[in-house]
């Protein structure tokens, strides 16, 4: 490719509508436009490295075993009722109806679509396993779509879907897929980690997400700094912490005016923030009182408190009139004293704690020497509390540390939610019908290739890990006006393609200046410069995006060199 033939509209000036700094370089190097909110083109540069982080997934999916199709990105309502989601999905699911007044969705997921494929065709445990896959655009009205390709709402996901005749079937097929993740991101140049996540909506028991680290990721990850434990904040597991060991004192009714929170109370009783225990109220959406108690120092994980509670799928706070009929006290809260019958939730630490202090349940008013174990009564111990920095890892119990991340991939078990529910089933190797056991494996396409930059970037632009840089290398004649130069450049360009490098020309005649800043914008690996002291030298500069580090070669052995470098970057 010519970069005079290129189009690859480069931008000087930040748009200003771009919060995040994948989205602003993409912009700035010509990669995409938008085209609505949160949806965009892709251009020419911006596409290729699509393609090729398309390209490389492909590659992993087909050696696990996956076959790849393409389903309609419409699709019929009757599937997702069938599923029950029709109803359950929201207001991200964009639902349309057709001239005859049949009703359909754009795909935000294709779970019931491939469910509904797959059960008027697999019959027989001789057909299984079975791991399908498409690399296409899904669709989800984004309340607020921000961030560029992080959260747009038109994106391009590949998603495979497994099918096993049993539990064990889809374990398998679960670690081919994590196994080929770990592949497909290593070799798109990432630093990731695969977290243990919550399986959110989805329904299922076993989830990973791949995420790729960077300050600028929204997950907030838990990494084990001993082992290779890592987890979501949502989800990483905690042991309750041990309290040095006292007497139990005997229950005591402090008064402590203006006490409401958790600092003042502490300044109030000088007491240290980790022997005090603080509530917080909640709502489920059928109306109904959860208190939550956890260590002074702590916060709640609703995410963990939902688990506690069967079929709740929210939390609101609650308001003050319920707490009250509850026999509750706002800002001053206890469970020793709550009405029999009101659900009571306490972190398993809170239940090491001794001589502890909590509230009365009555304005200004605090318990001393509350000891869990002794005193609350009807209470449902669990691990409630959200990681922090610092906090035992639960396999080694080294200490974790939080840093954050984009979650670029997904792999869940999902086992046989969507097959039982629309009829999916096989008959087994003793004729008996059975559901067929699935799991599901996603990656953003769009985001992995915004984690990338957000990964690989310096002041001046982008640096792309040269396996999924939208040219490997870019051959720049300092004037390209000059015809000698100009020819120079073309027989290395023609060399470098005849060797298999994927190389740009750029022979714009633009000033050398120009041209460098634009190569660095955009973020090619090598870039290899032709000018006079080529012709008069036979000196070949070639300049690593990355390290900045220049070579001067000869037209000998420039081309074993490049290969050399991209290798090794
Ligand atoms: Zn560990």
Redesign the pocket.
């Known amino acids: 490719m010519r970069a005079t033939n290129l189009y690859a509209p480069t931008l000087r000036q930040t748009p200003a509508d771009a919060e995040i700094l994948s989205h602003q370089l993409m912009l700035r190097a010509g990669m995409m436009r938008k085209s609505a909110n949160g949806m965009y083109h892709f251009l020419p540069l911006g596409w290729r490295t699509i393609r090729k982080i398309e390209q490389i997934i492909r590659e992993e999916m087909d050696a696990a075993g996956g076959q790849e199709i393409c389903m309609p990105i419409l699709q019929p309502a009757e599937y997702w009722e069938e599923s029950g989601r029709w109803a359950a999905y929201g207001a991200e699911m964009m639902r349309m109806k057709d001239r005859h007044g049949h009703e359909y969705c754009l795909g935000p997921t294709h779970e019931e679509m491939i469910t509904a494929l797959v059960r008027d065709e697999v019959r027989s445990y001789k057909q299984l396993p079975l791991m399908l896959y498409q690399i296409q655009d899904k669709f989800r009205d984004e309340r607020r779509p921000r961030f560029g390709l992080m959260r747009s709402r038109e994106f391009i996901m590949k998603d495979l879907y497994s099918f096993d005749k049993d539990v064990e079937g889809m374990n398998l097929s679960y670690q081919k897929m994590y196994d080929a993740y770990d592949a497909i991101f290593t070799r798109c140049g990432l630093e990731f980690r695969p977290v243990e996540a919550d399986n959110g909506a989805i329904g299922g028991a076993h989830s990973h997400e791949f995420t790729v680290l960077t300050d600028a990721g929204e997950s907030s990850i838990a990494c ?1 700094t ?4 890592a987890a979501s904040d949502e989800k990483a597991e905690l042991a309750p912490l041990e309290a040095p060991e006292e007497d139990m004192q005997a229950l005591e009714k402090v008064a402590t005016p203006g006490t409401n929170t958790i600092d003042s109370l502490v300044e109030f009783l000088g007491v240290p923030i980790e022997k005090t225990i603080k509530a917080v109220a909640y709502e489920t959406e059928s109306n109904e009182l959860v208190l939550v108690f956890v260590r002074g120092d702590h916060d709640v994980n609703e995410v963990k408190v939902l688990h506690q509670l069967e079929g709740a799928l929210e939390l609101r706070m609650a308001d003050e009139e319920s707490i009250r009929s509850a026999g509750g006290c706002p800002g001053f809260m206890s469970p020793i004293g709550i009405k029999a019958g009101t659900r009571i939730l306490v972190d398993a630490t809170v239940m090491k704690m001794r001589n502890a202090v909590s509230g009365a349940n009555e304005v200004d008013f605090h318990y001393k020497n509350v000891n869990p174990e002794r005193d609350f009564k009807e209470v449902r111990v669990a691990d409630l509390r959200l990681v922090k920095d610092g906090d035992p ?1 639960p ?4 200490p ?1 540390k939080m840093t954050r991340g984009i979650e670029a991939g997904q792999v869940f078990t999902l086992g046989t939610k969507y097959s039982a529910a629309m009829g999916a089933t096989f008959l087994d190797e003793q004729g008996k019908e059975k559901p067929l056991v699935m799991g599901c494996y996603g990656i953003g396409v769009g985001r992995t290739m915004a984690a990338a930059i957000e990964q690989h970037h310096d002041e001046n632009g982008i640096i792309w890990p040269p396996s999924i840089a939208p040219f490997e290398v870019v051959v720049v004649p300092i004037q390209a006006k000059n015809p000698e130069q100009l020819r120079y450049a073309e027989t290395v360009y023609e060399e470098l393609k005849t060797s298999g490098v994927d190389a740009l020309l750029d022979d714009r005649t633009e000033r050398a200046g120009v041209k460098f800043k634009d190569c660095d914008l955009i973020g090619y690996p090598v870039r290899i410069t032709i000018g006079p002291k080529t012709l008069e030298e036979g000196d070949i500069e070639v300049k690593v995006r990355k390290s900045g580090e220049v070579f001067h070669d000869t037209k000998e052995n420039y081309l074993a060199h490049v290969k050399e470098l991209l290798g090794s970057l």
């Open positions: 084990c001993e082992c290779d434990y890892c396999r080694c119990g080294a974790m």
